[in-house]
């Protein structure tokens, strides 16, 4: 399996701009979570699926990000528009029906200037 | 709400030095506990899982953990570090919700 796979690595873009984050979740599995690492902040949830339904995006920062699901091997993370202070590093992770524990994609550097 | 505090923010080791990392959770039920690394650089890796049963949990690269539940603790344990052991440590625990909920994280740096 080739585990969780994450695109752009990283992401340079200028402040105004839209930036999408993609994520495809291992085979089989049934949960998706995006997360935010800063130094400032740690590690950020910011919204999770289950079963392609959004159940808790309580961790979304404000209207600017929006995530989807479009089936269930596949997420999107948009910021539009994007601003310096969203720089960070973001993960995705998945997660099986039967197991507890999450595997996490190589994450998405990206920097806002 | 369930919550996590991983006490030691920054800690320094020689290599062969023992090394024990606290980790405290907050939640009034059953839990599932967890012990994630992340290399420099690199994304995060389950390092070691409680579910139930024996409460102490042997993980890969010769690390452990115990949960205490009169505590409300699993600290992770190594006998005798190595310079390939840093790296950054996360502590996460999920309760009803299986939304886990991560500490802060540990950054662990060992001198050769």
């Known amino acids: 399996d080739a585990g969780v796979i994450q695109s752009p690595r990283h992401e340079v873009t200028e402040m105004g701009q839209e930036v999408t984050l993609r994520c495809k979740l291992i085979?089989?599995?049934?949960?998706l979570f995006w997360y935010r690492q800063t130094m400032m902040r740690g590690l950020e949830l910011l919204i999770y699926?289950?079963?392609?339904?959004?159940?808790?995006d309580s961790g979304m920062p404000e209207d600017r990000f929006s995530a989807k699901m479009p089936n269930a091997s596949f997420s999107t993370l948009k910021i539009q528009p994007s601003e310096p202070r969203d720089s960070a590093v973001y993960f995705c992770?998945?997660?099986?029906?039967?197991?507890?524990?999450?595997?996490f994609g190589p994450g998405t550097r990206l920097t806002v200037t | 709400a369930q919550s996590v505090s991983q006490h030691n923010h920054h800690v320094i080791l020689s290599e062969a030095a023992s090394l024990e990392l606290g980790c405290n959770y907050s939640?009034?039920?059953?839990?599932?506990l967890f012990w994630y690394v992340q290399y420099p650089g690199q994304h995060l890796q389950l390092l070691l899982k409680?579910?139930?049963?024996?409460?102490l949990v042997k993980g890969i690269k010769g690390f452990e953990a115990e949960f205490i539940k009169s505590k409300f603790s699993f600290n992770l344990r190594k006998p005798s570090v190595q310079w390939s052991d840093t790296a950054e440590y996360f502590c996460?625990?999920?309760?009803?919700?299986?939304?886990?909920?991560f500490g802060r994280g540990t950054s662990l740096i060992v001198h050769p």
């Open positions: 409680y579910f139930s049963g024996d409460p």
């Open positions: 996460a625990v999920s309760g009803g919700s299986y939304i886990p909920t």
């Open positions: 939640y009034g039920g059953t839990v599932n």
């Open positions: 992770a998945s997660r099986g029906q039967a197991t507890y524990e999450q595997y």
């Open positions: 085979s089989g599995h049934n949960s």
């Open positions: 699926f289950n079963n392609n339904v959004p159940i808790d």
